[in-house]
């Protein structure tokens, strides 16, 4: 059995988590699922489990633990061999874990017979990895938050699809990584922190209105204040503060205020990492592409567009 899930990037944030083991979040967050990058996934069962990963046999032990995971939740099942193909080209900067996670799950629970709804599948695949709990709807997708494992799933905010795109801008020159999980571990300690969740908290339903009122102007303002409110928690963190952005990261986000004053709609949204995705209009995004490529010739540009959820086949 085969699935096909997108990415998703974030608009309203996941950035904390209240139960690390159930991978429960803090605040609700909200995503544009992307056309571009997906990830196709296939199981069949096997003598032990494992995971083929564009072709190369791999040892993911997140992988490993995620189906221990869905074995307690589904009742067990035999082992599976996994055979991923993940069209997230690394130079989109884009996180694969949203699309590996949900159309894992998607593959096996249809290769057990079963024919979940989506909110039950996101339920099950944010415990994999939180953003992939939004990557089972098309277009725009909600976290909510929940008050337990039951009531933390995600749907679909069943807006019509906007003209909105994403240039994806890759900077080269990446610095160690912190993965999400340690960088959620360290903002959290920040004395800014309360008050990003409050702000968050508004900013989660502003979005919905400013999504359904197809205003792309107020979605890119408020996603914006709301990533540059996340990475300032981790600046300003009191356990091992950090930053994701390099000298680049910077550039760019200078370059957008430019573009802003000279009248174009362009907002930076950032996550684990110092790459820039712009969030603009379908028919800005050239324009953009073009201006970012003539700063900073070496940066590796993409535009992406609203894409589908999860398919089967
Ligand atoms: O799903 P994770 O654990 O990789 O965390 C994702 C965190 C961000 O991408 C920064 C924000 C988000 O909501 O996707």
């Not at 953003?131 to 098309?138: I, K, L, N, P, T």
């Not at 999504?211 to 709301?226: V, Y």
């Not at 820039?276 to 324009?287: G, S």
């Amino acid at each position: 059995m085969k699935a096909t899930a997108h990415t998703n990037i974030a608009l309203i944030k996941y950035w904390g988590k209240r139960n690390t083991e159930l991978n429960l979040p803090t605040t609700s967050s909200l995503s544009l699922t992307l056309d571009k990058f997906y990830t196709t996934t296939s199981v069949q069962p096997a003598n032990h489990d494992c995971f083929i990963l564009n072709n190369q046999v791999v040892d993911a032990t997140r992988v490993h633990h995620f189906l221990d995971i869905l074995r307690q939740q589904l009742g067990n099942f035999t082992p599976l061999q996994v055979v991923s193909e993940n069209h997230v080209p690394t130079s989109a900067g884009l996180a694969s874990s949203a699309s590996a996670f949900a159309a894992l799950t998607g593959a096996v629970t249809h290769e057990l017979g079963m024919d979940l709804s989506k909110e039950e599948l996101s339920r099950l695949a944010r415990r994999g990895s939180g953003s992939a709990s939004r990557s089972f709807f098309g277009n725009f997708a909600m976290w909510h938050k929940g008050i337990d494992d039951a009531s933390s799933f995600a749907e679909s905010l069943n807006a019509p699809e906007l003209p909105i795109a994403l240039v994806v801008a890759e900077v080269c020159d990446a610095p160690k990584k912190i993965t999400s999980t340690e960088g959620m571990k360290r903002a959290v300690t920040s004395p800014n922190y309360d008050h990003w969740l409050s702000k968050s908290a508004n900013q989660f339903i502003d979005m919905q209105h400013a999504i359904l009122d197809q205003d792309i102007d107020k979605i890119g303002a408020l996603a914006e204040d709301n990533a540059l409110g996340m990475h300032a928690l981790n600046l300003t963190a009191t356990k091992s503060p950090f930053t994701y952005f390099t000298d680049k990261t910077q550039l760019i986000l200078s370059l957008i205020q430019d573009m802003r004053h000279q009248g174009i709609l362009a907002y930076a949204t950032i996550d684990a990492g110092p790459n820039v995705k712009i969030i603009t209009t379908a028919q800005e995004a050239p324009k953009i592409a073009t201006i970012l490529n003539h700063a900073i010739p070496s940066l590796k540009l993409e535009i992406a567009q609203s894409g589908p959820g999860i398919s089967y086949d």
